[in-house]
């Protein structure tokens, strides 16, 4: 289950709780995981928590189950903090309920406590106070909000190439005539300066994250070459 925490004056946090049964499928929930946090990096710049029972015991990393797990959370940017066991039997000691996160700065605690009422441990993190720091910058484009074909074709028809005929040399040629062409663009779409949103790009979308990472890209339409051209 996912939900959304909003801050006065700091960053939103997506807060993640789960649990994969012991029997559940490892391969299937990678994907479910890997899914959705695909699809918040694509929104833009996010704070994800997941804390759950996972049911894969990393307290031997070593273990062809740990290594597998932990180098996926790895390739997608997470990291899992807590180090301590979190279910103590008579015979056993492991580390199956874990505190996952894509910023490790927030969260720089994370442990488990003892309730007493059964042989798993509590687990938590605290998390500190982020400020955000925006960088503005901005963007030169032209804009179009008056421009008039018709008017802009009469005055490029006014342009006086009398002159550009006698011209030898190319690249003058050439410079007199961008020049020229420039300067009639200029008046009908002037440059203007805007401010660049902190949003991630419509075409950045979780599916072509998910090709990235497997090395592959999607298949290719129309829609999509032309939205990747502009």
């Known amino acids: ?77 997470l990291t899992q903090t807590v180090t301590t066991p979190t279910r103590i039997t008579t015979n056993t000691k492991t580390t199956i309920d874990h505190c996952i996160t894509n910023r490790e700065d927030p969260y720089h605690t994370a442990g488990t406590s003892e309730l007493g009422l059964t042989d798993y441990a509590l687990i938590y993190t605290n998390r500190k106070k982020l400020k955000i720091n925006r960088i503005i910058s901005y963007t030169h484009c032209r804009s179009f909000r008056n421009f008039e074909n018709e008017s802009f074709q009469h005055d490029l028809s006014n342009i006086v190439w009398d002159g550009l005929y006698e011209i030898t040399d190319f690249n003058a040629a050439a410079t007199i005539l961008n020049e020229s062409i420039i300067s009639v663009t200029d008046i009908h779409a002037p440059f203007i300066r805007l401010k660049c949103r902190d949003n991630a790009p419509g075409w950045l979308n979780g599916e072509l994250l998910r090709h990235l990472m497997r090395g592959s890209m999607p298949p290719t339409t129309s829609t999509n070459v032309h939205a990747l051209c502009i």
């Open 1 to 77: 289950m996912w939900s959304e925490l909003t801050f006065k004056h700091t960053r939103p946090a997506y807060i993640c709780t789960l649990y994969r049964p012991p029997t559940g499928s490892i391969p299937a929930f990678q994907q479910l995981l890997e899914s959705k946090v695909l699809d918040l990096y694509a929104a833009g710049m996010v704070d994800m928590l997941i804390m759950g029972d996972v049911n894969i015991d990393i307290s031997s990393p070593c273990s062809t189950a740990a290594k597998s797990y932990l180098g996926f959370l790895k390739d997608l940017g």
